[in-house]
């Protein structure tokens, strides 16, 4: 990563030095206008002297608002899953904001260089103001940024004696969103409340510093919304997105908070960087660092620069702002994690500093973004303009409808969600060396969101060689990879629906599509045997759950079977008539044109080839009682993500239970029952081996018992013995020995070679996978693989690798695939690729009547992963269904 001279950025862009004379006074030192009331007068503390709890901090903008209606106002832009309200406040100049609405038509049209005329562009540039978003909180126990957002709200239109103010008031338009996750700061306040003594205890093992589970980071399913971005799962992040688009920022911020111990971080990044990011964009983050240095050095703040925080995966609140065409950053405070933090130098940290030092950053943000305003302006419409006529990588993406209806369906309607332009292609076209029978999606690459586009769609998104080779270095020394999250998100790959790079933009036409458009449903007309659900996709198996909660009799089959000409895949279910209630048609049209399915009329139940519906071969699908392990022992985004994706996305009430109740409760009232991944002592802290048993007990009792992620290690624990499968070491590795006593067989070491060796660790594990996406492939006669036939792709993280179990002990529904073939998208050590090659991914054992599932990796996690999604309900529907459980 290349970073220019900071003193050569000043001068190029007219960064005055003189503004920062020792002579100066700091915003600290300002005097404000008694008309405009204060935190103390509103709420009854100072600025960092209290968490303020986020219907407060909401309250209070919205006072100032009131106020001072010339200089600021409130905008709502969403309300969180327990009802909070999120809103932004927008600050300015009298003039700018008394023309809101001009600012964003032109906003809109500066994002489009396309046919914009040098006149128009240069008039634009000269008379728009900076935008500058800050954002506050988005992880809710990182608290101080919050109250740093109320102060610089207030400071903007309370100061009175404050160059810095006035000019940020007159060249840009600053946009403070407060609290990104009030859920999350909700449950933190609450938490440290209760927990709160006489004084502040900066004793970092206190009950105030220590959160219950999940703790605040989260909202309220338990997302990490700082990977939320691209995705767009939760209400609080559509919300957001939808305001920058809205708005079209230019200098973007995310403040955040990390270890106490740590001090202040800002950009410059850390390496790597997404390759989609331009040197412009990297050097806007020199022209706000220098400004940062400059004013913490004057209040005599530490801070670090280029260290553990990089810009390559596109779901954070720098990333894909930045890949909107702005300069986005991310702000961390060392936390107090209350209002106090004993360092391990004896020195207390305390809430009020880094609520000083998030404020101080908020304002030198807002100062060189104002002071450098036709910069950055024009630089936002320069990286669009480029990105428009990028003439490097693919031109263009295809997407398929034909194996993944849904999935593809789902998939272009994110993809508008984005701001990226997406047409419909009709049924039988055929472009780029592709058919699409069934039509499909078109995403021309050189368009005004081609940065996020291109890494959003593209297969891969490639690691600068360099830096690969230094992760290869460090791990020769014994060292941890430098990556701070997956390298691996092609959004076609994720949701499993098939994609075409194009080398040449294709001569296509069709609808845009938008975010809000219907999902398209294909539905029958009345027909004398009933219907049939095609097993293709996870829409049809969610019409089935639908169909299933009202209580209409339908059938899986094992095998696929062919009627009228039609052949229908394992797992389609069918619906007879005769044993149907009344209003069968009307249920039938209404779930599917709410969901998007399909589904085929049936005259007859004669089948041409495969089972007749009498045979045992089909089974009855069943409405299933799901219960889930929740709190202490479990990971709480994996619990989250599970949750979220079983109630949200396919409306299926899930029972939360307590690990620690899992092995005394009654389980006999739910047909399944769901491990999230674990933390701390996990399973074995929360149920142990005693425990255990009323698990056993469950599926033995035609339960579904399913283990997502590293919850396979409790039931694969030889004390535990659920399923057959047992972790593995690194291969190649030596093994640790017992020996005699204290003493162990004598050794020569001749050479470096032999050194090298000697040190390698005994019994250790694989080195772990940051995160890829590795291909799978299914098991044809395993009867949870319906839907698979084509195959998938699975996030690996981690360092998890289980051996293969022989056919005689489990099915191994989903396998890894081969070496040459395992990865899809990111990067994996080489020795990673040779060990993972062939090994499973979905293993089913029947027990007794009932079945234990494990997935080795999680395909629930962050929500993101929908092509897994059909696995997951597999096992939660088509499992129970073949239970021999009693009813």
């Given at each position: 990563m290349t970073h220019r001279i900071l003193l050569a950025a000043l001068a190029a862009f007219g960064l005055s030095a003189a503004a920062f004379a020792q002579s100066a006074p700091t915003p600290l030192e300002a005097r404000y206008d008694t008309a405009i009331p204060d935190l103390e007068a509103a709420l009854g503390h100072d600025f960092g002297e209290e968490i303020t709890p986020p219907e407060d901090a909401v309250d209070y903008l919205r006072t100032l608002a009131d106020r001072a209606p010339e200089r600021m106002q409130v905008f709502d832009?969403?309300?969180?899953w327990e009802g909070r309200p999120l809103v932004y406040a927008v600050i300015g100049s009298a003039e700018n904001m008394a023309r809101l609405d001009e600012i964003r038509a032109g906003l809109q049209r500066l994002a489009d260089p396309r046919g914009l005329s040098n006149a128009d562009r240069e008039d634009l540039i000269a008379t728009l103001p900076v935008i500058v978003w800050l954002g506050y909180g988005v992880h809710g126990?990182?608290?101080?940024?919050?109250?740093?957002?109320?102060?610089?709200?207030?400071?903007?239109?309370?100061?009175?004696?404050?160059?810095?103010?006035?000019?940020?008031?007159?060249?840009?338009?600053?946009?403070?969103?407060?609290?990104?996750?009030?859920?999350?700061?909700?449950?933190?306040?609450?938490?440290?409340?209760?927990?709160?003594?006489?004084?502040?205890?900066?004793?970092?093992?206190?009950?105030?510093?220590?959160?219950?589970?999940?703790?605040?980071?989260?909202?309220?399913?338990?997302?990490?919304?700082?990977?939320?971005?691209?995705?767009?799962?939760?209400?609080?992040?559509?919300?957001?997105?939808?305001?920058?688009?809205?708005?079209?920022?230019?200098?973007?911020?995310?403040?955040?908070?990390?270890?106490?111990?740590?001090?202040?971080?800002?950009?410059?990044?850390?390496?790597?960087?997404?390759?989609?990011?331009?040197?412009?964009?990297?050097?806007?983050?020199?022209?706000?660092?220098?400004?940062?240095?400059?004013?913490?050095?004057?209040?005599?703040?530490?801070?670090f620069t280029r260290e553990i925080f990089d810009a390559f995966y596109p779901g954070y609140g720098d990333t894909w702002p930045m890949m909107q065409g702005g300069v986005a950053m991310t702000y961390e405070q060392g936390s107090a994690r209350g209002l106090v933090w004993t360092r391990r130098n004896g020195e207390d940290l305390t809430y009020a500093d880094g609520v000083t030092n998030h404020f101080i950053a908020s304002l030198s943000t807002a100062q060189a973004a104002a002071e450098n305003r036709e910069r950055f302006v024009r630089g936002f419409h320069d990286v669009r303009a480029a990105a428009s006529n990028n003439a490097d990588g693919p031109a263009a993406i295809l997407l398929s409808r034909e194996t993944n209806r849904w999935g593809a369906e789902r998939l272009a309607r994110l993809i508008a969600r984005q701001g990226i332009e997406i047409t419909r292609i009709d049924a039988g076209t055929t472009a780029c060396g592709t058919a699409l029978p069934e039509g499909g999606f078109l995403v021309q690459l050189n368009q005004p969101a081609g940065q996020l586009a291109r890494t959003l769609l593209e297969r891969d998104t490639p690691l600068p060689?360099?830096?690969?080779?230094?992760?290869?270095?460090?791990?020769?020394?014994?060292?941890?990879?430098?990556?701070?999250?997956?390298?691996?998100?092609?959004?076609?790959?994720?949701?499993?629906?098939?994609?075409?790079?194009?080398?040449?933009?294709?001569?296509?036409?069709?609808?845009?599509?938008?975010?809000?458009?219907?999902?398209?449903?294909?539905?029958?007309?009345?027909?004398?045997?009933?219907?049939?659900?095609?097993?293709?996709?996870?829409g049809q198996a969610r019409l089935v759950a639908a169909l299933a909660a009202e209580g209409v009799p339908m059938r899986t089959a094992a095998s696929e079977f062919t009627i009228d000409g039609e052949t229908y895949p394992a797992g389609s279910v069918v619906i007879a008539r005769t044993s149907a209630p009344a209003n069968l048609d009307s249920l039938m049209r209404l779930h599917a044109r709410m969901i998007g399915a399909s589904y085929a009329g049936l005259a007859t139940s004669w089948t041409e080839s495969g089972p007749n519906f009498g045979s045992s071969q089909f089974a009855d699908i069943i409405a299933p009682r799901i219960a889930m392990a929740w709190g202490e022992g479990t990971d709480a985004n994996s619990a989250g993500g599970l949750?979220?994706?079983?109630?949200?996305?396919?409306?299926?009430?899930?029972?939360?239970?307590?690990?620690a109740r899992l092995g005394s409760a009654d389980l006999s009232g739910f047909d399944v029952l769901i491990l999230p991944e674990q933390s701390g002592g996990g399973y074995g802290a929360e149920i142990g081996e005693s425990g255990s048993g009323n698990l056993s007990r469950f599926a033995q009792g035609g339960g579904t018992l399913i283990a997502l992620g590293d919850a396979t290690r409790f039931v694969t624990d030889p004390d535990i013995n659920l399923l057959p499968l047992r972790r593995e070491r690194a291969a190649d590795t030596p093994t640790g020995s017992s020996g005699e006593g204290a003493l162990v067989s004598g050794s020569v070491i001749e050479d470096d070679a032999a050194l090298q060796a000697a040190l390698e660790p005994r019994n250790a594990r694989p080195d772990t996978s940051p995160g890829a996406l590795l291909n799978v492939t299914a098991n044809a006669d395993a009867f949870l693989s319906a839907g698979y036939a084509e195959g998938a792709a699975a996030m690996v993280t981690g360092s998890d690798i289980y051996t293969a179990v022989p056919l005689d002990e489990a099915d191994?529904?989903?396998?890894?695939?081969?070496?040459?073939?395992?990865?899809?998208?990111?990067?994996?050590?080489d020795e990673n690729i040779a060990q993972t090659a062939y090994k499973?991914?979905?293993?089913?054992?029947?027990?007794?009547?009932?079945?234990?599932?494990?997935?080795?990796?999680?395909?629930?996690?962050?929500?993101?992963?929908?092509?897994?999604?059909?696995?997951?309900?597999?096992?939660?529907?088509l499992a129970p269904a073949r239970s021999w459980r009693l009813r």
């Open positions: 832009y969403a309300t969180s126990d990182e608290i101080s940024s919050t109250d740093a957002a109320l102060r610089t709200a207030y400071h903007l239109i309370a100061a009175a004696n404050d160059p810095v103010a006035d000019t940020i008031r007159e060249d840009a338009l600053v946009i403070i969103d407060p609290t990104q996750n009030p859920d999350g700061r909700n449950r933190f306040v609450n938490s440290f409340t209760q927990a709160r003594g006489l004084q502040a205890d900066g004793y970092r093992y206190s009950a105030e510093h220590d959160q219950p589970w999940p703790g605040g980071r989260h909202n309220h399913y338990l997302f990490d919304m700082n990977r939320d971005w691209f995705i767009m799962t939760q209400p609080e992040t559509l919300g957001r997105t939808a305001a920058m688009l809205d708005w079209r920022p230019m200098v973007i911020v995310d403040a955040h908070e990390m270890g106490g111990d740590q001090s202040y971080f800002f950009p410059p990044v850390a390496d790597p960087v997404n390759p989609v990011l331009t040197d412009g964009q990297l050097e806007g983050h020199d022209i706000i660092g220098l400004n940062h240095a400059m004013w913490f050095d004057r209040i005599g703040s530490d801070y060689e360099d830096f690969l080779a230094g992760q290869e270095d460090r791990r020769t020394r014994g060292l941890d990879h430098e990556l701070y999250d997956v390298t691996a998100w092609s959004l076609p790959v994720m949701f499993n629906v098939q994609s075409t790079e194009c080398a040449n933009r294709p001569n296509l036409s069709g609808d845009a599509v938008t975010a809000d458009d219907a999902m398209p449903a294909s539905v029958a007309d009345s027909a004398r045997f009933g219907y049939v659900i095609p097993w293709t996709d996870a949750r979220y994706v079983l109630e949200r996305r396919y409306g299926l009430p899930v029972t939360v239970i307590r690990a191994t529904v989903l396998r890894f695939a081969g070496p040459d073939d395992l990865v899809a998208s990111g990067y994996l050590w499973p991914f979905m293993v089913s054992r029947r027990t007794g009547s009932g079945f234990v599932v494990a997935f080795t990796q999680d395909p629930t996690a962050r929500g993101y992963q929908e092509g897994l999604d059909l696995a997951l309900l597999n096992a939660v529907i």
